[in-house]
């Protein structure tokens, strides 16, 4: 029984029993939904959520909501905290979304890997800030189309660069690729880290990063989305694969199973049924429970939690080193 336990990654994450916890209906101005939040606790504790904000129109931006116990008694900024700038920025033209949040401790400020949404498709923007309040933004490091962008907190190797993973769909499918810079702005050595699977499988075709890497001491530990396209729509599940602490680059296991799919009211009925999204999570002051802030059906969002130790059991445990691309 208790072998059996271990190798359920789907008893892994328990659901907040009030969830979900953020709903346009809470919200202090209107808005159609509100989904896809970039997460970080601050310096003086509270959890801070940059929720992205679908307006009427169908053009998203972002709002930031902070609350002491990252759980409720949400204070949500009266007006948008980040919203499209098209006149300076045109690659913003039809909105901001799914920001993901990275503390980058030398520059003392946050980076928020967001999508601009450009006449030429979704493309990976980058901007930094101290407050939350003002913002200094660092226009597309990406072309379209790509997404599901966040960067690592420190830089790597002898020449010190900064990496970043996102998800560029190509000929070949979409799957996530490790890019690097010297300044935040110029970005090369473009190599794929994590590919879809084929076939029939949960996570074939389509995966993407979702919140940021978590650093552990067995390496980033990844959670990311898998796409399963079926009759009646897509079904976006989230999954488990770890990387090499100082080679970020190169996988140490993948779980074949997905750990949290969609399954309640608030996850199979909304804008997208059946899409758990994930863009932001927090770790508690027990310094074990990952909190991820997650959407349901693309219209609310939802908390879970999950050891940490326990995710890395299960990896280790059923868990396989990836199979090479094929030529
Ligand atoms: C992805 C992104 C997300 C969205 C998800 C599910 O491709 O567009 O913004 O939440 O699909 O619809």
């Known amino acids: 029984m208790k072998q059996r336990r271990l190798h359920d990654g789907m008893e892994l994450f328990r659901r907040y029993e009030g969830n979900p916890i953020l709903t346009a209906a809470e919200w202090p101005y209107p808005a159609h939904t509100v989904f896809n939040p970039g997460a970080v606790v601050l310096e003086d504790g509270t959890t801070l959520l940059l929720c992205r ?11 930031a909501a902070r609350s002491e116990n990252g759980i409720d008694n949400w204070r949500i900024d009266p007006t948008p905290t980040f919203a499209p700038e098209p006149q300076c920025f045109p690659e913003e033209i039809w909105g901001v979304e799914d920001p993901r949040i990275t503390f980058i401790p030398e520059l003392r400020k ?3 890997a967001y999508t601009s949404y450009s006449r030429g498709g979704p493309g990976v923007s980058l901007a930094l800030t101290e407050d939350f309040k003002s913002f200094e933004r660092m226009g597309v490091v990406m072309p379209p189309e790509d997404k599901d962008a966040a960067l690592l907190p ?11 993973l996102h998800r560029p769909s190509t000929q070949i499918g979409a799957h996530i ?10 970005w090369g050595s473009h190599r794929l880290m994590l590919m879809a699977r084929r076939g029939a499988w949960w996570d074939a075709n389509k995966i993407g990063l979702s919140p940021p890497l978590i650093e552990t001491p067995e390496g ?6 898998g796409v399963r396209q079926t009759a009646s729509g897509a079904i976006y599940r989230q999954g488990l694969a770890l990387f090499d602490l100082e080679e970020p680059s190169r996988c140490l296991l993948r779980g074949d199973e997905w750990i949290f799919g969609p399954e309640t009211e608030y996850e199979i009925h909304g804008d997208v049924p059946g899409a758990v999204f994930c863009c932001g999570a ?3 002051p027990d310094g ?4 991820l802030y997650y959407s349901g059906a693309d219209s609310c969002i939802a908390l879970a939690t999950a050891s940490i130790k326990k995710l890395l059991e299960w990896l280790k445990c059923t868990g396989r ?5 094929q030529a």
């Open 53 to 63: 904000v679908e307006d009427h129109r169908g053009i998203s931006h972002l709002c």
């Open 154 to 164: 420190r830089r790597f190797g002898a020449y010190g660069t900064w990496v970043l």
């Open 282 to 284: 927090t770790i508690a």
């Open 288 to 291: 074990d429970t990952l909190r």
């Open 110 to 112: 946050y980076a928020i």
């Open 220 to 225: 980033w530990l990844m959670v990311y989305h």
């Open 177 to 186: 690729w490790i890019s690097y810079s010297p300044d935040l702005r110029h």
């Open 321 to 325: 080193p990836p199979v090479l691309p």
